[in-house]
C-alpha cells in the first residue's frame, strides 16, 4: 500500500525536477525559497542607493559596495 499523495518534496527535489523559485516581478530563479523571498524584500524593484565614490558604480547593498572598494580600490577604510 502506497501513500504517494503525501511524499514531502525537499527544495533539492523540487529544483532538480526543475521546480525551482522564480521571481514573479524580475524572472531571477533561486533555488531556496528563503533565497527568493530574501530577494523580494532586499533587492527586486530596489534602485541602488550605495555609489562608489572612487569608480560611480552603483551597488544595492552597503556591503557590497564596501568588498568592491576593499577588492577593486584596495580601499581600506
Ligand atoms: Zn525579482
Ligand atoms: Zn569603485
Known amino acids: 500500500m502506497k501513500a504517494n499523495c503525501c511524499i514531502y518534496v525537499s527544495d ?4 532538480s525536477s526543475g521546480l ?3 521571481c ?11 533565497s527568493l523571498s530574501l530577494h ?3 533587492e527586486c524593484g530596489i534602485e541602488p542607493r550605495f555609489a562608489c565614490n572612487i569608480c560611480g558604480r ?3 547593498h552597503k556591503h557590497h ?3 568592491h572598494h576593499k577588492s577593486i580600490h584596495k580601499y581600506n577604510q
Request: proline share 4%.
Open 40 to 42: 523580494k524584500r532586499m
Open 20 to 22: 525551482a523559485y522564480p
Open 12 to 15: 533539492s527535489q523540487r529544483y
Open 24 to 34: 514573479n516581478r524580475c524572472g531571477k530563479i533561486y533555488k531556496w525559497r528563503e
Open 58 to 60: 552603483k551597488f544595492k
Open 65 to 67: 559596495l564596501m568588498k
